[in-house]
């Protein structure tokens, strides 16, 4: 047996060498002595074999003298795979046997060859003391973290008995998979395979969800990430509006490209409710009260309309501005005119014909009703009745709705000035082009969806889209279309037949709980037994840990597939190792924002035991009597399924030339700059931006009630919790909004001794006003609490943060809090229209329980 946790056993190499990582490596009990003995350490020899280097050699200096006679020093191609979606490309320099360091590589395009220092510290990743060594089954109690070390054939025979007998006994839809962003590579896909294959429900994590479901019905479904130029565009701005975007924490390859702008004289605008360190780099900070960003921008829109700053041909010709809504709130159609609907092509994806019945606008050349195809100069307001049918346009609705927020009204609710906010307006107005570059800032509030309509449709009435320097919105995320998907989802076998018995239901973890109680999801029976759980750690990453650790609990049997041990790990019955990324051969695409798709060479055999997810996923498959998909006999056959899709063929983009060049451009063959949207087509029905909604778009159906008439068009409703006067503030009287760390990506990087020691420990961030009222001074020891839960922590007294707010660092694990933890304070709840878990809508009471050491 050996216990793991934070003492489980240490890498072979380590324990052979008789020197300790553990210190060296690990985030707790950390001195500096040890932790630089350790580094130094770090380059021994160790034993990988069986790989060999595909791009050359060089010669090193090694660090134990000038002039004495170093191994030779392969370099293979690598990428980083963690969740800022920037995915650097590297060297990955290897001598005798063993990474040694890695470093930028070279790009086809130089001005994207860049790195971070988590980049950097990957060797440690792949060699740390929480590596996952071995497959385990637990001997402790669940979150105990004692497991025991046991074969391969062991694991997959026991995960293979189980699931046979829920499968048997309640259904493959029993089962449930999940997996988030903890590999952002190729071969994680592989896990959706094994879903389908057996018929598993698929649940989602629900991030982020606020934004996708703002923007898909703008801009049509699927195009929600392609928002953003490629970063090299950003020159041409002569405005950069980061809202709620983070870049010199969270996407440091952007951050540069701001940078670079500002030396050529662009503007940098950042809003945001803290001053944080992107600010160092802004040319106007605007501080706005947190989950105001709807506000402030409809009010900047306003005034944007009364100057006459819009952009009214892009309105008209592009977007459905001028389309006409009848008083029962439907768009008016041809049909409404009396012309009959036509049938058009079927849909692609449901195969039934569809119907064209265009919607109408009033032309100014004809003086009369038109279909918006037609016309040639639509009317943008005061349209007369049509056939006696009153109507108001798209944009007369848009108006309307924002009218309240003048900006002495927006002052009061957001804190940013009136004056702000009317030179807000004429920056959009006047100094354009604009990016407006927004992730997921704003994202996790109740009702964050409004945020983002507003701030695009700012960004879009302003004519800020489709040409050089102008862009609104995300540019983070998988390119869409890149990856054939049906052709994992729907894997054939041998024999061509396609297998596609993936559940449709996919229950939001807000309602897990519930539905794992009850055995019952809308109604019927759903009862889930088993979940397997890989590239994610939800203890650290969701809302309301308790309520995690209670679903969770309410598992029957729980597989945790990872490369290192987590505390979600710590709740599997069944332990699985991953090989790291350097281990396997691997494709990976950058986010929207970057133009690159990049190659991961095979740098070692996996150590110890660990194994690819696509090994993982075919032998499970196999244990339960599936081993008839080719496309899952390796890592290379499932990659040429994956790379088969119409979008990669287009650029031409193949697996032979990834392995050949390393990267390889897309979006735009022919090197010019991707401007998303250049050709101004959008994925809507109607081929234009869509600022109307006739019903609402929910992401999810669970018979919740929406105020339709509300969704139609903008609108800003409070954050629900932590809103000033909410009933909530009046018992725990701080709003508790969370930071990102420079030196981890989500609760990666958290088993790195290097990057923990810049940030050993979470904090909580108070305004000096806050802690003198509080008696609270630097480094004391801080509870902060409501009725979830607790966490404790040293305070860091910070004036960029407003009164009666307080930041916690987040993504890290339990025990790096002096005690309890961040997302004990967060609630689950979403809102009606999104699936989105909201880490910023958060009550709670703080006080000082003693001086720090
Ligand atoms: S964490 Fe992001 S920016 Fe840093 S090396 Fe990895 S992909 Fe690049």
Redesign the pocket.
Known sequence: MSAVGRAYALPAVYQERGDSMAESTTKHGLSRRSFIKGAAAFTAAGALTGCSAQTGTLSETGEDGAGEQVPETQIFAGT???A?????L?NVHVRDGRVVRTTARDLPDPRYT???????TLPFRMYGTERLQYPMKRIGERGEGKFERISWDEAISTIAEKWQGYIDEFGPASLVKMTCGGNLGALPFSWTTLASIVGMTSIGTDFDAAHTSAISPMLGAGDMFRQQNENADLLNSKTIVSWGFNPAISH??TMHFINEAREKGARHIVIDPVFGPTMNFADWYIPVRAGTDAVLAMSTLGVVVENNWHDTEFLKAHTEAPFLVKEDGALLRMSDLGVEPQQGDPNPTTGEPTIIDPCVVWDEKTQGAVAYTDATDPRLLDVPAVNGMAVKTEWEITLESIREYDPETAAGITGVSADDIRELARVYGEEGPVNTYNIYGFNHYFNAHQAYRAIDTLGFATGNIGKPGAATGSGNGEPYGMYNMVGIAAPKNSEGVLCANGSPVSPPISMLLDVLESGEYLGQPYPLKSVVMATLNPLTTNTDRNYTIQWLNKFEFIIVADIVMTETAKYADILLPVAHWFEVTEAHWQSTNLPFVLWQDKVADPLYESKSDVEIVRLIAEGLGHSDFPLLKNEEEFQKVLFDSEMLRQYGVTLDRLKEEKAVRHWTPDDSELIAYKDLKFATPSGRISFYRETPYKMYDVGQEVDAVRERSLAWDPPKEAWIDSEARKKFPFHCISERQRHR?HSQWQEVGYMCELYPHPVCKINPADATELGVQEGDVVKIFNDRGYAVVNALIHAGVPRKTITVSRGYEEDEFIEGHFANLTMKDYDNISRNQVFLDCAVGIERIGEGE
């Open positions: 980083c795979r963690a800022c979606m920037q995915g650097c590297m860049r790195i971070c220092s988590k980049g950097l440091v390859q990506t």
